[in-house]
């Protein structure tokens, strides 16, 4: 699903095979599109699936506001990354990996069933993260980090940060807030407090004068809690 009528048609490259593109299709700039949506018209069987020859893809341009169904075998078992093609939204999480079989079906070479890695991974107990940053993403953004660490926000162009208040966090209120839109990405690093505290944020763009409230807050799930 692309959501956006502004940004690129986002090209989603499969690895590990070809996959089969059985629907595809693109809504008017005023209509919003999500994942939501998108199920509710499928539900409703107002999404049609072509299995009569349909093409073969590795890779797929999905039409912004609109979406792409395809079917892909499971006949090549191991891990397989499926991602957009520009660079900078791989490098801001627009990816997924594809799990076909178990370790007993994949061609693993020498390797041996659970030796440890060479690199430690990050803690998910309160380490250093990031929140991908763009209009769209599914509600309830929640972070957990220790005393001291960062969290990155990361956007390409058209957004930004504010910290507030839970209660304005809750309502999408912006008022006295920035309302401008910056490049890049903005780092914030937890306080070094001793007793556990959550912080809010949200984008102050789309900003309405009369209720003050962000539209990219209330309607593009822009907002995230961070508790330290």
């Given at each position: 699903?692309d ?8 090209p ?17 700039n ?14 409703q069987?107002s999404l049609?699936?072509n299995f ?10 999905v ?34 990996v ?5 370790w ?8 041996k069933n659970n ?12 380490s ?18 220790a ?8 956007w ?9 208040i ?14 401008q ?19 809010f944020?949200?984008c ?8 003050h ?14 508790r330290?």
């Amino acid at each position: 699903v692309d959501p956006d009528n502004e940004a690129a048609a986002h090209p989603i490259h499969q690895h590990g095979g070809w996959y089969w593109v059985v629907g595809m299709g693109k809504y008017n700039n005023s209509q919003t599109v999500n994942r939501n949506f998108i199920m509710h018209q499928d539900n409703q069987g107002s999404l049609k699936r072509n299995f009569d020859y349909p093409p073969a893809k590795d890779t797929i341009q999905v039409p912004q506001k609109g979406y792409v169904i395809f079917r892909t075998k499971l006949d090549n078992a191991g891990t397989w990354i499926f991602h957009c093609h520009i660079n900078r939204h791989v490098e801001i999480g627009m990816a997924g990996v594809l799990q076909i079989g178990e370790w007993e079906d994949w061609s693993t070479g020498p390797l041996k069933n659970n030796a440890k890695c060479e690199t430690k991974p990050p803690s998910p107990t309160g380490s250093s993260t990031t929140i991908n940053w763009f209009y769209g993403m599914q509600p309830g953004t929640y972070r957990c980090v220790a005393p001291g660490m960062t969290v990155t926000f990361i956007w390409e162009k058209g957004h930004n940060v504010n910290q507030l208040i839970e209660a304005d966090y809750n309502r999408c209120i912006l008022k006295d807030q920035f309302h401008q839109p910056t490049t890049g990405s903005f780092v914030w690093r937890a306080p070094t407090t001793t007793e556990p505290k959550d912080y809010f944020f949200a984008c102050g763009l789309g900003y309405d004068k009369v209720t003050h409230i962000g539209g990219h807050c209330k309607y593009g799930n822009m907002n995230a809690r961070i508790r330290v």
